[in-house]
């Protein structure tokens, strides 16, 4: 029956083999992988929104250049999660269609607006940052084809991260105006980069149970931690101050105390009430009717094709 599936199924987890998609599972965890492949999937198309919008307005070719390489790999890593997510029986179009109608998430973080360029230093350095937390552990997920998708993402985002860090420090030994506005951007990104782990772990729902099946490999305030105690000393290192007057080293635990963030934001960011949710949802629409063509084209042709070949 069922609970012997379950049982066997729960043994090969706890001796760490990897699933692969002809391999039974639960419906639960084909369920709870395709909520999170899609939403992450989401999470790298959305977040090709805020910085494509400064990728015209580049202080020099250069940061051009590099922007647009980093704006091109994210929608890479869209592709790949979209087609790790497909292996679990659910085609690219169901998932954006869940997107648009807002049954799926995206990453908070991508409803906040980048005002100015220390923004884009901000969020290839916090952002990109607190993604590479979040993804190292998941290279290590039960779930083969997710497993490797990360494996292969995870090569391309310390990149991400540098050249963040890289205006940031820019910015921060530049002119008095260039340093307020590094610290500007550090103070309005800061909170919203801790959101990115999620609730905390009394308060997050999927958490037990994603462990259990090594969906999920470590928490979501573990993760917040190592993200602190990894970045604090880089912005001490750029000479800018973290906006918590709270954060203080904790030496028993090894780690910083620090404020949690503004948990109400949080869920109402998440419930679709953000700076930017609109805005980014509409050009994800827009992006899909302007398409709606060039997909109907492809499709014929491969019809076509098919018909010749007497399929
Ligand atoms: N933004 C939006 N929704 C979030 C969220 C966030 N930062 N954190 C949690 N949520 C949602 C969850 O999706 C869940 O809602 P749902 O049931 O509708 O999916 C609810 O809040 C409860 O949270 P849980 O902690 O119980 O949910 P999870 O166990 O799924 O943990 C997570 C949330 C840590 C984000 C986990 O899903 C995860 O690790 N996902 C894969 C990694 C990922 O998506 N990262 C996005 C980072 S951005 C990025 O990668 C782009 C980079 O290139 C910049």
């Known amino acids: 029956g069922t609970e012997e599936l379950e049982a066997a199924f729960q043994a090969r987890i706890d001796n760490n083999e990897r699933i692969e998609p002809k391999d039974w599972m639960p419906e639960h965890y084909r369920k709870t992988l ?9 999470s790298e198309i959305v977040g090709q929104l805020p910085e494509g919008n400064w990728i015209t307005r580049a202080p020099t070719l250069e940061r051009k250049q590099i922007l647009l390489a980093k704006v091109q790999d994210e929608a890479g890593h869209g592709l790949y999660l979209y087609s790790a997510a497909e292996t679990l029986g659910v085609t690219r179009d169901d998932l954006t269609e869940q997107l648009l109608s807002g049954k799926m998430k995206y990453s908070s973080i991508f409803n906040y607006p980048t ?14 940052g607190a993604a590479i937390m979040n993804q190292v552990p998941l290279q290590r997920t039960s779930y ?3 497993s490797r998708a990360m494996i292969r993402i995870c090569k391309e985002e310390s990149f991400h991260q540098r ?11 530049g002119t008095p105006e260039q340093r307020e506005m590094a610290q500007d951007a550090l103070n309005r990104f800061w909170y919203p980069s801790l959101m990115m782990f999620g609730p905390s772990d009394k308060e997050s729902v999927h958490s037990d149970q994603s462990m259990k099946w090594r969906i999920k490999i470590n928490t979501n305030d573990e993760l917040r931690q190592k993200f602190v105690d990894q970045t604090v000393p880089q912005a001490e ?19 910083y105390d620090f404020s949690e963030p503004d948990w109400n934001e949080f869920f109402q960011v998440i419930k679709g009430n953000g700076p930017c949710n609109e805005e980014r949802i509409e050009a994800r ?20 094709q098919a018909q010749r070949r007497g399929e």
């Open 34 to 42: 395709i909520r999170m492949m899609g939403q992450h999937a989401h």
């Open 115 to 128: 005002l100015n360029w220390a923004d884009i230093g901000a969020v290839g350095w916090l952002v990109d």
């Open 144 to 146: 083969g084809p997710y």
């Open 163 to 173: 050249q963040g860090f890289d205006i940031m420090r820019k910015m921060a030994n």
């Open 237 to 255: 290192f750029l000479g800018l101050s973290v906006p918590d007057d709270k954060l203080a080293w904790n030496e028993e635990k090894g780690g």
């Open 285 to 304: 629409r827009k992006a899909w009717d302007d398409g709606a063509w060039f997909r109907d084209a492809l499709t014929a042709h491969a019809e076509k």
